[in-house]
């Protein structure tokens, strides 16, 4: 039987230009998602919420099945189940059982987590305007786009289902 030292391949380093370019992303993403944090403070959100909340105030009825919100917000199913208790307690969302299967629960957003996003809305899309948008040209729009299009559909489902 094998060992693992055996089965383990040897590592990949990157080399300057690749460790430059992961280097520079981790950081950039960083320092965005704290910078936008920071901006919806005020709001009593953050990040993770203001995603949930766009999320559903973007679906019919104001409302998702907790599986396709995971799924679309890319986090997995304990991580969302945190979050719905958090914003449940703030009154931004409630869960309502699913009539076709028992076992299945919908994430609803309330009036009141409407309201919430209405309000920092205008400030977060200024703050991604100003913070990233304004610094680039259409066409480095157009790039980033295809470039985490691909990366996305390579990392989606890889942490979704986690318990």
């Known amino acids: 039987m094998a060992t693992s030292r055996e089965v383990k391949k040897e590592a990949r380093w990157l080399n300057p230009r690749e460790m430059k370019a992961w280097r520079t992303y ?9 910078a936008l944090d920071s901006d919806l403070a005020g709001y009593e959100l953050s990040m993770a919420d203001y995603e949930v909340l766009a999320q559903l105030s973007d679906a019919p009825g104001r409302k998702l099945r907790m599986s396709e919100l995971a799924e679309i917000a890319m986090v997995s199913k304990s991580r969302l189940s945190h979050r719905m208790k958090v914003m449940e307690k703030a009154g931004w969302v409630r869960r309502e059982e699913c009539p076709q299967d028992r076992r ?3 994430a609803v957003m309330t009036d009141k987590g409407f309201k919430a996003i209405e309000r920092a809305a205008p400030t977060h899309v200024e703050s991604v305007r100003n913070r990233f948008l304004d610094h680039l040209t259409v066409k480095d729009q157009e790039e980033l786009s295809k470039i985490f299009d691909r990366v996305q559909s390579q990392l989606r489902g890889q942490f979704i289902n986690e318990e």
């Open 104 to 106: 299945g629960f919908f």
């Open 26 to 34: 981790i950081i950039a993403s960083r320092r965005m998602l704290e």
